[in-house]
C-alpha cells in the first residue's frame, strides 16, 4: 500500500494519543500514524531531562554554591555534557531521517516559522555548548572524567586567556538555550491550555 503523507488529517483530542489519518494515493485507504515516533519521544524528553539537571549545575558552579562539593559538581557537569553530545548528535540524525509530521493546519504559518527556528537553534547552541565547555576545559588546562570512567582526551592546547574567553562564550550560549527553552515551554503552554489543540500531546502520545 502507497501512502501519501502530505494528504493527512488530525485525530487530535487533549489527553488522547494524536494521530493523523494518512489517505493512500487512490484515496480509499486511510491509517493513522503518529506525528513523531516513540525514539523520538523518548530521545526528546532525555535530553529535556538533562537540560533540566545541567542548568542549575551550571548555575551553582558559576556562582561558587558548591563549597567542598565543588569538584563533584563540576564533574558531573561534564560528565552529563558529554553524554549530551551522544545523545543530540543520535537525535539529530534521528529527526533527518525520521522528520516528524507537519504542525497542524489551523496553525499560522508564522508561529510554525518561528517554531522552526526554535527548535533548529535549539539544536544548534545544545550541540556546541558542550563542545565550547570541552575546548575550554581542555585550554584551561583541566581533564574531563565522565562519570569516574574515562577520561575524554584534550582537543585544545592550554591556553588559559582563551579558556577564559571560550567559559565566558560557554556561559553566554547557556543564556541563549534559557531563554529558548523558556520560549518553547510558554509556547506549548499556550497551545495547551489557550489553543487547546494537539501541540503538546505530539510529543507525549505521539
Same mark, same amino acid.
Given at each position: 500500500m502507497m501512502l501519501d503523507r502530505p494528504h493527512h488529517q488530525s485525530l487530535a483530542a487533549t489527553g488522547k494519543p494524536v494521530l493523523t489519518l494518512v489517505t493512500g494515493k487512490n484515496g480509499s485507504e486511510q491509517t493513522a500514524i503518529p506525528a513523531y515516533t516513540m525514539a523520538a519521544r523518548v530521545l526528546h524528553w532525555i535530553t529535556a531531562l538533562f537540560i533540566l539537571l545541567m542548568i542549575p549545575l551550571g548555575v551553582m558552579i558559576a556562582?561558587?554554591?558548591?563549597?567542598?562539593?565543588?569538584?563533584?559538581?563540576?564533574?558531573?557537569?561534564?560528565?552529563?555534557?558529554? %553524554?549530551l553530545i551522544l545523545i543530540? *548528535? !543520535?537525535?539529530?540524525?534521528?529527526?533527518?531521517?525520521n522528520p516528524p509530521?507537519?504542525?497542524?493546519?489551523?496553525?499560522?504559518?508564522?508561529?510554525?516559522?518561528?517554531?522552526n527556528m526554535t527548535h533548529w537553534s535549539l539544536?544548534?547552541?545544545?550541540?556546541?555548548?558542550?563542545?565550547?565547555?570541552?575546548?575550554?576545559?581542555?585550554?584551561?588546562?583541566a581533564a574531563i572524567t565522565v562519570f569516574g570512567w574515562f577520561k575524554l582526551p584534550s582537543i585544545w592546547p592550554a591556553n588559559r586567556a582563551l579558556s577564559e574567553w571560550l567559559f565566558s562564550v560557554h556561559r553566554w550560549i547557556a543564556f541563549a538555550i534559557v531563554f529558548l527553552? %523558556?520560549?518553547?515551554?510558554?509556547? *506549548? !503552554?499556550h497551545h495547551h491550555f489557550v489553543r487547546k489543540d494537539c501541540v503538546l500531546m505530539r510529543m507525549i502520545t505521539g
Open positions: 556562582n561558587g554554591w558548591g563549597g567542598s562539593q565543588k569538584d563533584l559538581l563540576y564533574d558531573l557537569h561534564r560528565s552529563l555534557g558529554a %553524554v543530540l *548528535v !543520535l537525535r539529530l540524525f534521528y529527526r533527518l531521517a509530521l507537519p504542525l497542524p493546519n489551523d496553525i499560522p504559518a508564522m508561529q510554525q516559522r518561528a517554531a539544536y544548534a547552541l545544545l550541540i556546541a555548548q558542550p563542545f565550547v565547555g570541552w575546548a575550554a576545559t581542555s585550554a584551561y588546562p527553552v %523558556v520560549t518553547h515551554i510558554a509556547a *506549548v !503552554l
